[in-house]
């Protein structure tokens, strides 16, 4: 069951050349576990202005 269904996911992805599918399976042996979430972390910018000299 569990193969047939990751068959099936890859097959869509394909189909739609994404990388991305809801509830997507990741490991065969723990379906259950959801794919990882890997976000960037935010860069802080300076909102003061540099001086130059003039």
Known sequence: MVVQELCRQQWEM?????HRIEDRIVNIDQP???????????????????????
């Open 32 to 54: 259950h576990v959801p794919p990882l979430s890997v976000a960037k972390p935010v860069r802080k910018w300076n909102s003061v202005p540099r001086l130059l000299p003039v």
């Open 14 to 18: 394909y189909q739609q050349r994404q």
